[in-house]
């Protein structure tokens, strides 16, 4: 059994706070920084590599974050987690996302029915659909094949799918895998949808409705925005479209889809990327043979995050570092750094998976706790960030720590040699140096002109960015967060501070409003 | 004269940290909420507002913020700065991107010349240029008419034109001011060019180049990659490739070029959105007219950020609510919300705008300051971000100040009406539900539901995203973050803190490392 403790009650965080910083400036210089970077590396899955060389730890720093993860328990609590545990407190449920791309544990039997047998048989169906529509089984009204799938969805339903898209589609393209064109609803903004239904060719397309509980007001609003579309065009919504859902939801048993796939509330939004909810949209776009690489690789990095030795398990290495940054040393946001145009939805992603789970101000007991947890999260795919806040990053007065995200090679190979390198080279060269100017600095005369250094960044390396690697990446984030919750003994897995904004919105419709809210209503023209 | 001073030796600063902070749960609350709404509002341009009634601030605290403004002289400061003294002090440039869009002062002569006559010289020969490139009399080289707009550029040549653009393409489709379609390459890495090369016509393509001191890497790399793919279409690039660019600047009278239009050191970057650098983009886009209008909606703006009144300027207001959050309530991040999909990568672009000016850690005299300088800058359009990370902003352990912005009308005007509600309402109420849940919160026995509240923000409300109401906004930011800068005692207008990672990638590619430098180069195949 675990047990379930604030992290101010360890003895081990006292000692972790008793721990001399480290001089990243100085540790980092000459062959020092050299061997530093050589040992601070861990092996991540599919050729990939987590280094935390240019992170503000050392060997006594890290004795002690291994020592906080035993007595937290925290591979403890992951693997009750994947045993089928409820480590969702608060809304009592289990927490299955990772069942979605492998079995690590015991088998998991909830609701009398086996969860591995039932995710694994919704991404058969799946596939079995997906095959049809590519094949040209399943049809438009007029019998044409349909050439685009467009996701209805918002926040979870959205974001990942739409990062991952986005991060294999010219990979697909370069390797003969591109099967349909996807494209993303998810703002009530009416002009999202105009603009996206704008863009596409209705009569060709199909839409994936994607909501757990059939309930969000958005992606009902959408449907709806949509399936008028399509009459407008004189077509049959019901042929058009098919709803990824719960099976106690409206959704599941309507006449209104051409299918219906379902993910449980043992999946939470956030990390639904796994489930039906990533696997019809990409299956669509890329075939359900690279969903399944997507899978495999996050099954393969989820494998790693069990491992016990925190020195070979690199989501919980990145986890606890991050906390030694947050509430030893003080540091409020990250930045999410990818040197890859293709993950440049990616940061936006692991800002919903990141601060929706452990924004929190309670433990998972509801009492209210006395020190930071989840940080802010943000970025923009390097170099583009170069040239806009790392001013900020370099010279601000505040310390952020950095997540760098790099490939040796490109996705499409297409490239030029100017000046004696390619731009896959200089877009590394670039990565190499920026990691070397945050942690060592550069006195100048000049203080206008001087850097202090000091400022920490981990990087992870992989060859090319592929299903596979996606999928890894995704499990590593993924599993950072789970562990950086249970460090803060907070409920990663539910999301309670979105609801007062929900009512309050639904008495504004319903113009059941006095006071600010009112004001605010009649100055919007509700 | 002005003088220019660090803002802990003022004593207006040392008066408003001795203010008493208010309870915003508190007095949002009821008819008091009500009253403080209507009554904390100032006019912008373009019937906008701008609504601080969510903010942390009663009549006390505005009377010393109004008070610190004056003693720092932050309006005497524009005046100087509008009148072409040298505000840059870093890089000894005057400061004129405002310049661009209208004349706020004196005459400004340097180098011998008018400023504003130049500027608005350069914007007529591109209105001029445009011209005849929508009217088919500049032509490719088979005497078809150019169908869509290339960007090469990166930071401010790309950032802003990119936002802008978005935000303004389904109001101009909307509305038949529709030219050309614009896309963008800003990455070195070899996918972006590639995938933007892909996705549009090569032969029918006119290419936007720049770059202000024509020496930008990302950019004349990804130059040389689009010539090169020109050549292997048979295609001479000389005749689908303009540049923006300065006088001085070896891209000036190269006949690689169609024509060249001009900004100069007096506008950076990141400011440069009103000058060429947009100019070219935008009116190929969209027709010379809509970025008057533009420049027209920036100008007005601009202008209401001249007045002393505190309280009849918005910039100025929102600048020092911002500093007071910052320096005296201590939050270190600000959120950008948009409730506009077309504003998607607004919070972007200001997060140049903002982290790369007031990023820094020395005042303008280069000495070291003491006190917190710029905020991180972060954002993504709701209702998006509601199911993402605004389970942080509600119940996360750190304060963050909200910017909110919302138009009482869609650009596109198709809608949906569900429930009694049209998406645009729906999107509106949501909006003024979360100010008020962000303000006020809710108990609740169980603490996982109780929201404390206490959360400040403002809004800014317009009609609809237009080219005029698109200038007043952006002129809105440039002004607030100048003035942060000068109540910060820093220079806003140079950014030195980018050119360390610049020379280390230079020693990368040229092999000349030691140490952890070589080990990173090494593990990323360089």
Redesign the interface.
């Known amino acids: 059994m675990v047990s379930w403790n604030n992290m101010d009650s360890l003895k081990s965080f006292d000692e972790l706070k008793k721990t001399t910083p480290v001089d990243l400036a100085k540790v ?4 020092n ?2 061997e ?3 040992k601070y590396s861990v092996p991540m899955a599919e050729g990939m ?1 987590y ?1 935390y ?2 992170k503000a730890v050392d060997d006594t720093i890290l004795d002690k974050l291994a020592a906080f993860a035993d007595e937290a328990q925290l591979v403890d609590k992951f693997e009750e987690l994947y045993n089928g545990e409820v480590i969702n407190t ?1 809304e009592k449920r289990l927490v299955l996302h990772q069942l979605c791309r492998g079995q690590l544990g015991n088998d998991v039997v909830a609701d009398g029915v086996n969860k591995r047998a039932f995710y694994t048989e919704q991404q058969a169906k799946i596939a079995d659909f997906v095959k049809k529509v590519h094949a040209g089984e399943i049809v438009n009204e007029k019998g044409e094949k349909f050439t685009t799938a467009v996701q209805i969805g ?3 339903s ?2 990942g799918p739409r990062a991952i898209y986005i991060a294999l ?2 990979w697909a ?1 370069k390797t003969g895998n591109f099967k349909m064109e996807a494209k993303f609803i ?10 996206v239904l ?1 863009s596409v060719d209705v009569a060709h397309s199909i839409f994936v409705l994607v909501s757990k509980s059939g309930t969000t ?2 992606t ?3 449907e ?2 949509v399936k ?1 579309a399509l009459k407008k065009a004189g077509l049959d919504a019901s042929k058009h479209m098919i709803a990824v859902t719960s099976e106690t939801s409206p959704l599941a048993k309507s006449s209104d889809y051409l299918a219906a796939f379902f993910m449980d509330d043992y999946i939470g ?2 990390f639904s990327s796994s489930s039906a909810v990533g696997g019809a949209i990409l299956s669509l776009a890329f075939g359900p043979d690279v969903f399944a690489d997507f899978l495999a690789g996050a099954a393969a990095e989820d494998k790693l995050a069990t491992n016990k030795d925190l020195k070979k398990n690199p989501a919980l290495l990145d986890a606890l570092i991050g906390v030694y940054e947050r509430n030893v040393l003080g540091m ?2 990250t930045a999410v750094l990818p ?4 993950l440049s939805r990616f940061p ?1 992603h692991l ?2 998976v990141d ?8 433990n998972r007991f ?4 006395s ?4 940080p ?3 970025g ?5 960030g ?13 310390i ?1 720590p950095l997540q760098f995200i ?1 490939f ?1 090679n ?3 190979g ?3 040699d ?20 945050f ?4 006195d100048d005369e ?7 250094g000091g400022r920490p960044s981990s ?1 992870i ?1 992989g060859d090319q960015l592929t299903p596979k690697t996606m999928g890894a990446l995704l499990s590593h984030f993924e599993n950072k967060v789970m562990f950086q919750g249970f460090a803060w003994n907070i ?1 990663s897995f ?16 319903a113009h059941d409003t ?8 009649d ?4």
Chains 1, 2 share one sequence.
């Open positions: 980092m210089t000459g062959e920084g050299a530093r970077v050589k590599a280094n060389g240019a608060g918002i926040g979870g959205d974001l589609e010219n393209k998810s703002n009530v903004d009416p002009d999202d949808a105009a603009a704008n007001l958005e009902l609003t959408n709806s925005f008028d939004g956030r409020g946001t040197y890859s145009q293709a936006a800002q919903q601060m929706e789970s452990n924004g929190k101000s309670v509801g009492e209210p706790i020190y930071p947890t989840g802010v999260i943000y923009e795919p390097g170099t583009n170069q040239h806009s806040f790392y001013q900020l990053l370099h010279q601000g007065t505040d952020i790099g040796k490109s996705q499409i297409t490239d030029v100017i000046q004696g390198s390619t731009s896959q080279q200089k877009l590394c060269a670039n990565v190499a140096a920026q990691i070397v100017a942690a060592c600095g550069k000049n203080k206008n002109k001087k850097f202090e990087i390396v409920n539910d999301q309670e501070g979105v609801q007062l904004g929900k009512v309050l919105a639904k008495k504004v419709l006095d006071g600010a809210l009112k004001v605010y209503s100055m919007l023209n509700i």
